[in-house]
């Protein structure tokens, strides 16, 4: 099984499409990740986030929803 997990983009690194990397919050960690897949994706948005690359853009409410459901079993913490 495999699971993809949001976090927020705080802030994006290249802007070379091959090579778009940015910096997204997992509710307490930060993590350099390969955002190649989402060329539309901007600073503030959410990402479902799979193996280091971003799948793709969900909006923040689904994205909270997720991280309380994953913080209710102890994987992340909620951001406040």
């Given at each position: 099984?495999?699971?993809?997990?949001?976090?927020?983009?705080?802030?994006?690194?290249?802007?070379?499409?091959?090579?778009?990397?940015?910096?997204?919050?997992?509710?307490?960690?930060?993590?350099?990740?390969?955002?190649?897949?989402?060329p539309?994706?901007?600073?503030?948005?959410?990402?479902?986030?799979?193996?280091?690359?971003?799948?793709?853009?969900?909006?923040?409410?689904?994205?909270?929803?997720?991280?309380e459901?994953?913080?209710?079993?102890?994987?992340?913490e909620?951001?406040?």
């Amino acid at each position: 099984m495999c699971l993809a997990v949001p976090g927020k983009i705080e802030n994006i690194d290249s802007a070379d499409p091959i090579f778009r990397t940015g910096k997204v919050f997992f509710g307490g960690i930060f993590k350099t990740i390969n955002l190649t897949c989402v060329p539309e994706a901007q600073t503030g948005d959410y990402v479902l986030v799979h193996a280091g690359f971003a799948i793709s853009i969900v909006d923040e409410e689904e994205a909270r929803k997720t991280l309380e459901c994953l913080d209710e079993i102890n994987i992340v913490e909620t951001p406040p």
